[in-house]
């Protein structure tokens, strides 16, 4: 069974930057997919961003040009690169695992291994 860790959260003043890593044991992230979500207190949980292969990134339109996942197979790591960080982008954040691709119309409830979350603080 796929296992997922986050690490490298934390408090960081807006503008600044965070990199956020997500572990993955038990399976290969290889031909897998990736997915960082977010939860703010009192928010729904929303997609940050999606990898399913070396090149293959989507991101949400208000991160874009801010953030950039990136992922080594060969660690069996996927990162989440935060930068111009603003305190909009507080919140909890996951990283979630499906097997295979993905697409578009593919939504939180298709990624059945989640990890606990790290928390990200941005102050203004």
């Known amino acids: 069974q796929a296992q997922l860790q986050e690490s490298g959260g934390g408090l960081a003043q807006a503008g600044g930057s965070l990199t956020l890593s997500c572990a993955l044991s038990g399976r290969a992230l290889s031909g897998n997919t990736v997915g960082w979500f977010r939860q703010a207190p009192g928010k729904d949980r929303e997609t940050v961003g999606v990898t399913w292969s070396d090149t293959g990134m989507h991101y949400r339109n208000s991160v874009k040009g801010r953030f950039t996942i990136s992922r080594d197979n060969t660690k069996n790591k996927v990162y989440l690169q935060m930068n111009s960080l603003k305190p909009e982008d507080t919140a909890v954040y996951y990283c979630?695992?499906?097997?295979?691709?993905?697409?578009?119309?593919?939504?939180?409830?298709?990624?059945?291994?989640w990890g606990q979350g790290t928390q990200v603080t941005v102050s203004s």
């Open positions: 979630a695992l499906r097997g295979g691709g993905w697409s578009p119309f593919l939504g939180q409830a298709d990624f059945p291994s």
